[in-house]
């Protein structure tokens, strides 16, 4: 099953559709009038790219933003479109709010935004024991369709919230905003160590406080083939002492650590470093930086695989690798982990035709049994992923290759619009159209990843 459900709803879904221009916030009867408003954010040679980037803003990030409903006591981002993925997600949000911060007047909204996953981490710790406190869940489901949001979702995701926040910042400046954040981002994190690396090894694991193997898997991609014999167990080290609502521990400890949400927690560290730097909390900065140096050393022991040029998951008990290349192999490299000689392995092998799909990158090696194009997490191409190894590549050194990834991207979705993922041989869009998070298909050229296609904020150097 997909943890992105279409959730069947018996209500009406609030506003519908909130826009907003350039300067003010508009109902969805105006929706034609933002257009031109839209559109003059932007500069380029191509109208095409100004009219893709004002459609990205309308569709992927002004209409996702909702107001306050049941658990959400503030105004929050919406995943998807109409009912599909009706809440906030932790993945998602932070591309969206990358860039909602482009618009000075959304301010107050970004800082709602944040405080729904605050609000969540003081709810969750009153019900539940210390060990689970500061948790914050996948995503916020207002109006608890599927079960009480103390049930579900009772798992994490990709913990990029530090990443998110320090996106923002560079846009918009909002020092108040790292002043609320910070605390509860460090909270978090230390829930992620605690409970997601409890063999004390320095490398993440997935779980779920719900026994279902299923919900582990989507803390992470989804669908990963790396994960087709995860298993849920009991923690390794610690004795049952849970009160109500659990009457114990129950098997809720995945046994496989994985790259990607490894990479993604030092990631999102490296961006608390500097954040706590700028806000002078120098006994922060220090704290995360000791999570970091500890946990690069682990990754870069026991996940690097030089013969296949990326890392690997492994198994939580023993450490063995499992030798399965997917898209959580190239996160690590976003989190500046891989020494100068891993990387430029990594950037021979992304240029093999492992990885060199006519969309690159698949999000499984194209050798591997279970590639599939169009399969979900299993070989299709995810507009995210790209953006982010994208970047990492460019940051060292790799312009061509980061290059390659963006225009290719780019020029799909100019074809096949910007969609939730794609097939990795035709192109054919995939899933849920307008998600939210593929507004990172813009920010590709804002952050000048591109060769082939110019984009810029108006005004910006």
Same mark, same amino acid.
């Given at each position: 099953? &997909?943890?992105?459900?279409?959730?069947?709803?018996?209500?009406?879904?609030?506003?519908?559709?909130?826009?907003? #221009?350039?300067?003010?916030?508009?109902?969805?009867?105006?929706?034609?009038?933002?257009?031109?408003?839209?559109?003059?954010?932007?500069?380029?040679?191509?109208?095409?790219?100004?009219?893709?980037?004002?459609?990205?803003?309308?569709?992927?990030?002004?209409?996702?933003?909702?107001?306050?409903?049941?658990?959400?006591?503030?105004?929050?981002?919406?995943?998807?479109?109409?009912?599909?993925?009706?809440?906030?997600?932790?993945?998602?949000?932070?591309?969206?709010?990358?860039?909602?911060?482009?618009?000075?007047?959304?301010?107050?909204?970004?800082?709602?935004?944040?405080?729904?996953?605050?609000?969540?981490?003081?709810?969750?710790?009153?019900?539940?024991?210390?060990?689970?406190?500061?948790?914050?869940?996948?995503?916020?489901?207002?109006?608890?369709?599927?079960?009480?949001?103390?049930?579900?979702?009772?798992?994490?995701?990709?913990?990029?919230?530090?990443?998110?926040?320090?996106?923002?910042?560079?846009? &918009? !400046?909002?020092?108040?905003?790292? %002043?609320?954040?910070?605390?509860?981002?460090?909270?978090?994190?230390?829930?992620?160590?605690?409970?997601?690396?409890?063999?004390?090894?320095?490398?993440?694991?997935? !779980?779920?406080? #719900?026994?279902?193997?299923?919900?582990?898997?989507?803390?992470?991609?989804?669908?990963?083939?790396?994960?087709?014999?995860?298993?849920?167990?009991?923690?390794?080290?610690?004795?049952?002492?849970?009160?109500?609502?659990?009457?114990?521990?129950?098997?809720?400890?995945?046994?496989?650590?994985?790259?990607?949400?490894?990479?993604?927690?030092?990631?999102?560290?490296? #961006?608390?470093? %500097?954040?706590?730097?700028?806000?002078?909390?120098?006994?922060?900065?220090?704290?995360?930086?000791?999570?970091?140096?500890?946990?690069?050393? $682990?990754?870069?022991?026991?996940?690097?695989?030089?013969?296949?040029?990326?890392?690997?998951?492994?198994?939580?008990?023993?450490?063995?690798?499992?030798?399965?290349?997917?898209?959580?192999?190239?996160?690590?490299?976003?989190?500046?982990?891989?020494?100068?000689?891993?990387?430029?392995?990594? $950037?021979?092998?992304?240029?093999?035709?492992?990885?060199?799909?006519?969309? @690159?990158? @698949?999000?499984?090696?194209?050798?591997?049994?279970?590639?599939?194009?169009?399969?979900?997490?299993?070989?299709?191409?995810?507009?995210?992923?790209?953006?982010?190894?994208?970047?990492?590549?460019?940051?060292?050194?790799?312009?061509?290759?980061?290059?390659?990834?963006?225009?290719?991207?780019?020029? &799909? $979705?100019?074809?096949?619009?910007?969609?939730?993922?794609?097939?990795?041989?035709? !192109?054919?869009?995939?899933?849920?159209?307008?998600?939210?998070?593929?507004?990172?298909?813009?920010?590709?050229?804002?952050?000048?990843?591109?060769?082939?296609?110019?984009?810029?904020?108006?005004?910006?150097?």
């Amino acid at each position: 099953m &997909n943890r992105r459900r279409f959730l069947q709803t018996s209500s009406g879904v609030g506003i519908g559709v909130l826009l907003a #221009s350039a300067r003010v916030g508009i109902g969805s009867s105006a929706a034609e009038s933002s257009g031109g408003a839209l559109e003059s954010l932007f500069e380029s040679d191509d109208p095409r790219l100004v009219r893709l980037a004002a459609d990205v803003m309308r569709n992927c990030v002004l209409a996702k933003i909702k107001p306050p409903e049941g658990t959400a006591k503030r105004r929050w981002l919406q995943a998807g479109t109409g009912d599909a993925f009706y809440g906030q997600w932790i993945w998602d949000t932070m591309f969206v709010v990358d860039l909602l911060a482009i618009l000075p007047e959304h301010k107050e909204t970004i800082r709602d935004v944040f405080q729904n996953y605050w609000d969540f981490q003081e709810r969750w710790n009153v019900r539940f024991p210390s060990y689970a406190h500061d948790m914050v869940a996948c995503m916020i489901e207002p109006r608890g369709n599927v079960k009480p949001w103390y049930e579900y979702p009772a798992y994490s995701q990709i913990p990029i919230l530090g990443w998110g926040l320090e996106r923002v910042y560079q846009r &918009n !400046g909002d020092i108040d905003l790292l %002043r609320q954040c910070l605390a509860p981002i460090e909270k978090f994190h230390e829930w992620y160590w605690r409970e997601r690396d409890v063999t004390d090894a320095g490398l993440i694991a997935v !779980g779920a406080y #719900s026994d279902d193997v299923q919900h582990g898997r989507y803390e992470t991609f989804d669908n990963e083939c790396c994960l087709d014999d995860l298993k849920l167990t009991a923690h390794p080290r610690r004795r049952d002492s849970a009160p109500w609502p659990w009457a114990g521990e129950g098997r809720w400890y995945g046994d496989i650590c994985v790259p990607g949400n490894t990479g993604y927690l030092i990631q999102a560290e490296r #961006s608390l470093v %500097r954040l706590a730097m700028i806000l002078g909390n120098t006994e922060m900065a220090k704290r995360r930086q000791k999570r970091i140096d500890r946990c690069v050393a $682990a990754v870069r022991e026991h996940m690097w695989d030089a013969e296949s040029g990326v890392f690997l998951a492994v198994k939580r008990d023993t450490l063995e690798k499992i030798r399965i290349g997917t898209i959580g192999g190239w996160m690590p490299l976003i989190a500046e982990i891989p020494t100068r000689s891993m990387t430029g392995r990594m $950037a021979e092998a992304i240029q093999t035709d492992h990885w060199q799909t006519p969309l @690159p990158i @698949p999000t499984v090696d194209r050798h591997d049994k279970r590639w599939v194009a169009a399969s979900y997490w299993r070989g299709d191409v995810w507009p995210v992923p790209n953006y982010q190894v994208a970047a990492a590549f460019a940051r060292e050194g790799y312009r061509g290759i980061a290059a390659d990834i963006a225009d290719k991207t780019v020029a &799909n $979705a100019l074809v096949n619009g910007v969609n939730e993922h794609y097939d990795s041989v035709t !192109g054919k869009p995939l899933g849920v159209g307008n998600l939210g998070m593929s507004c990172a298909i813009v920010t590709m050229m804002l952050d000048q990843l591109t060769s082939k296609y110019h984009l810029k904020v108006r005004g910006a150097a």
